[in-house]
């Protein structure tokens, strides 16, 4: 069901939040999301490790409109030191919420002991908590898988850890970590770990319409974060709410309404990281975007080939008047 959520002391006007995504969850992305209807919206992964060392280009990513409350600012790293105080410096900037990453399964990140190698250090994972929610006076909440390899369930184990350090909300990627963003998602695991705890838990996996949402909250799960779907479509949050709401939503929005929405989200980036970077940046996104189009591996490739906000922009109009968009 649709309904307002608390996470803490922040309230959500909806319990359907913004998965967060390295390349795309930036601050242009998440302004869509929140006018596209979510109830929260989530950074990409940001480097606690980076902050500590002033790295310019994780210190941008700390970046936040004022178009983009309530959002979160997800943090990863091993170190409670760092990760405590790159929380209190992203409170700072204005975050609403800070999420600590524990389920990132790249080679990289596992190797330095964050992400998901944190769900086999519970200890750890307890004394980032911890420190985090000393450090700050905004909630923090986690995101996790249910398991690290096919089978394993041990996401309930660590949501009572998260709960007792004083995490105020979970997100559970269905999915193990052995299996990165594919395969099935196992229900039974988030029905168990929803089970297991009293904070809210924000299930996660390939939602895409209000029947999936349903499917996810019909586990106990209080809420539904959403990935992959808000990249094709932005509004896909409200469409997924009025779905829920039994009213005549979950229709797809119509394909001129999705390039001007890209023409929006360019402009928004050109702003954040200037003409050409933005363009650049956009690139990650245009295959999510320009899904079902008719030509669109052209389209794509043609955009690949763009420099500059313009030149994009330009492509694009011409695109939606040869195809009678426009
Ligand atoms: C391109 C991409 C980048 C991602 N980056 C992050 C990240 O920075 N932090 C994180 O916790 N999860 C990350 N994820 C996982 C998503 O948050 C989400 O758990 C996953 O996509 C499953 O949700 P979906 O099926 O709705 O897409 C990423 C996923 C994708 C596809």
Same mark, same amino acid.
């Given at each position: 069901?649709?309904?307002?959520?608390?996470?803490?002391?922040?309230?959500?006007?909806?319990?359907?939040?913004?998965?967060?995504? *390295?390349?795309?969850?930036?601050?242009?992305?998440?302004?869509?999301?929140?006018?596209?209807?979510?109830?929260?919206?989530?950074?990409?992964?940001?480097? &606690?490790?980076?902050?500590?060392?002033?790295?310019?280009?994780?210190?941008?990513?700390?970046?936040?409109?004022?178009?983009?409350?309530?959002?979160?600012?997800?943090?990863?790293?091993?170190?409670?030191?760092?990760?405590?105080?790159?929380?209190?410096?992203?409170?700072?900037?204005?975050?609403?919420?800070?999420?600590?990453?524990?389920?990132?399964?790249?080679?990289?990140?596992?190797?330095?002991?964050?992400?998901?190698?944190?769900?086999?250090?519970?200890?750890?994972?307890?004394?980032?908590?911890?420190?985090?929610?000393?450090?700050?006076?905004?909630?923090?909440?986690?995101?996790?898988?249910?398991?690290?390899?096919?089978?394993?369930?041990?996401?309930? #184990?660590?949501?009572?850890?998260?709960?007792?350090?004083?995490?105020?909300?979970?997100?559970?990627?269905?999915?193990?970590?052995?299996?990165?963003?594919?395969?099935?998602?196992?229900?039974?695991?988030?029905?168990?770990?929803?089970?297991?705890? #009293?904070?809210?838990?924000?299930?996660?996996?390939?939602?895409?319409?209000?029947?999936?949402?349903?499917?996810?909250?019909?586990?106990?799960?209080?809420?539904? *974060?959403?990935?992959?779907?808000?990249?094709?479509?932005?509004?896909?949050?409200?469409?997924?709410?009025?779905?829920?709401?039994?009213?005549?939503?979950?229709?797809?929005?119509?394909?001129? #309404? #999705?390039?001007?929405?890209?023409?929006?989200?360019?402009?928004?980036?050109?702003?954040?990281?200037?003409?050409?970077?933005?363009?650049?940046?956009?690139?990650?996104?245009?295959?999510?975007?320009?899904?079902?189009?008719?030509?669109?591996?052209?389209?794509?490739?043609?955009?690949?080939?763009?420099?500059?906000?313009?030149? &994009?922009?330009?492509?694009?109009?011409?695109?939606?008047?040869?195809?009678?968009?426009?």
């Amino acid at each position: 069901m649709i309904r307002k959520l608390k996470i803490g002391s922040v309230e959500l006007r909806n319990n359907l939040a913004l998965a967060p995504m *390295a390349g795309i969850t930036n601050a242009a992305f998440r302004s869509l999301c929140i006018e596209g209807g979510a109830g929260l919206v989530v950074s990409e992964m940001v480097s &606690a490790e980076s902050i500590r060392y002033g790295n310019k280009k994780s210190l941008k990513l700390l970046e936040i409109y004022p178009s983009e409350h309530p959002i979160a600012m997800q943090l990863f790293g091993a170190d409670p030191g760092s990760m405590a105080r790159a929380a209190k410096l992203a409170e700072e900037l204005g975050a609403d919420i800070i999420d600590i990453n524990a389920g990132c399964p790249v080679k990289k990140v596992l190797r330095s002991g964050a992400g998901a190698a944190l769900m086999k250090e519970p200890l750890i994972l307890d004394a980032i908590v911890k420190k985090t929610v000393k450090a700050v006076s905004v909630p923090v909440t986690v995101k996790i898988r249910c398991g690290l390899v096919s089978g394993e369930v041990i996401s309930p #184990r660590l949501a009572l850890v998260i709960e007792s350090a004083g995490g105020s909300a979970i997100t559970l990627h269905g999915r193990p970590a052995s299996s990165f963003h594919t395969g099935p998602v196992d229900f039974d695991a988030l029905a168990a770990t929803a089970a297991a705890v #009293r904070i809210p838990i924000f299930g996660n996996g390939g939602a895409r319409t209000a029947a999936d949402a349903a499917r996810i909250l019909g586990t106990g799960c209080a809420g539904v *974060a959403i990935g992959r779907a808000a990249v094709e479509n932005p509004s896909v949050f409200s469409e997924i709410a009025e779905g829920l709401k039994g009213a005549a939503g979950g229709a797809a929005p119509d394909p001129a #309404r #999705r390039i001007k929405l890209f023409i929006r989200f360019l402009e928004l980036n050109a702003a954040l990281y200037g003409g050409d970077q933005g363009v650049v940046r956009a690139r990650k996104l245009v295959g999510y975007w320009l899904k079902g189009f008719p030509d669109s591996s052209a389209l794509r490739g043609a955009f690949m080939k763009t420099a500059g906000l313009n030149e &994009a922009k330009a492509l694009l109009l011409q695109y939606m008047r040869d195809a009678k968009y426009l």
